[in-house]
């Protein structure tokens, strides 16, 4: 890529607007967190759940991807939580979760994912979870931060 030089003079008058981003660029980012109030949510669904955490944004342009990163906690004596993102009600991420058994307390995870959701319209993306041995499973809560974070990356 060529190096270009923007005059102070272009910026005032509009700048060089997302148009004009290069491929790659970060358009807008759009974050949010939670301690649940030191609560959680407990499953024990076979299938995936919502937690009700969710982001939303609204792409500029249809051909531009989403990344998606959320991290945060959950708790299962027997260790088979998953951890997915949903678009709407389409599971769209790849599920994370713990593949050990008897593991206890609160464990950390991190999932990201990029969806090429190729429209213009607001969409949302919301962390749902699962047990698939069907035991007692616990997301968020304890007090710990989660956070989801969605950013529109330039085509």
């Known amino acids: 890529m060529p190096i270009s030089t923007i005059s102070s003079a272009g910026l005032a008058t509009g700048g060089i607007g997302r148009s004009n981003m290069y491929t790659g660029a970060v358009l807008q980012v759009v974050t949010a967190t939670t301690n649940n109030g030191g609560g959680y949510i407990s499953t024990t669904s076979t299938s995936f759940v919502t937690t009700n955490f969710s982001v939303t944004i609204t792409p500029s342009s249809a051909s531009n991807k ?22 709407g009600g389409t599971n769209i991420g790849s599920s994370v979760g713990m593949t050990q058994t008897n593991l206890s307390g609160w464990i950390p995870y991190c999932i990201n994912y990029l969806d090429s959701p190729a429209t213009t319209s607001a969409t949302t993306y919301t962390i749902y979870y699962l047990n698939s041995s069907g035991a007692t499973s616990y997301w968020g809560g304890d007090g710990q931060l989660t956070s989801f974070t969605a950013m529109e990356i330039a085509a």
């Open 66 to 87: 989403i990344y998606l990163i959320s991290s945060g906690i959950f708790n299962t004596s027997s260790a088979n939580a998953r951890v997915t993102i949903y678009r």
